[in-house]
C-alpha cells in the first residue's frame, strides 16, 4: 500500500473512530427503530434520519474531501445508500450514526482514490492496463457504479417528485417546509417523497 494512501486511510479512521465503540443508548435505539420503519418503505424515517446525523456525515465528507461541492454529492450517496440497503445494517456490529460513518468515509476514500487514479493515468497514459482487476478495485468500481446510479435515478424521475426529495433529504427540510416552499399540501409532499424513494429502491435492486 503506498504512504499517501495509509495516512489517507488512518486521518479517514481518525474521524469515524468516536463512532465504533459505544453502548447503546436511546438514541441508538432510536435510530435503530427508524433503520427498520426504513426497510418496511417508510420515507419519513430516512428524513428523520437525515436531520439527526446529516451534518455530522456531511462534516466528515468535507474535511477528507476538501470540496463542499463533492462533499454534497456523496453525501446524498449515502442516505441513498442507506434507504436501499436498510435491511443490511446490523445494530449488534455498531450504531446507525457508526453505520451511516462507515459508508461517508468509504465512499470518500472512493472518490479520493478514483482522484488518484485518473491522475495517474494521465500521467502514464501508455501504461499498459492490467488484464485482471485486484478485488479492492472491484469493489471501489461497484460503489462508484452504485453512486453513478442513484444519480441517474434521481435525475429520471417526475420533476415534482425529485424536487420533494432533494428538499427533504438534501436541502434538509422538514416535510411541512417542503410543503410550504412547494406551495402544496403536506399529504401531496408525503406522497411525492414516498413514491419516489420506492422507485429509486426499486431501481437499485440490482445492487443491493
Partial sequence: MEQGETSLKAR????VQQDFSYETTAADQADADLVRRMTGGESTALDILFHRHGGRVHGLLLRMLGSSGEAEEVLQDVFLQAWTRAATFRAERGSPRGWLMVMARSRALDRLRAGRAAR??????????????????ETEIERQELGARMRELLAELPEEQREAIELAFFAGLTHSQCAERLRQPLGTVKSRILMGMKKLKQGLGAYR
Fill in 12 to 15: 479517514s479512521e481518525r474521524f
Fill in 120 to 137: 495517474r493515468r494521465d500521467d502514464s497514459a501508455l501504461q499498459e492496463r492490467p488484464l485482471v482487476e485486484p478485488p479492492e478495485a
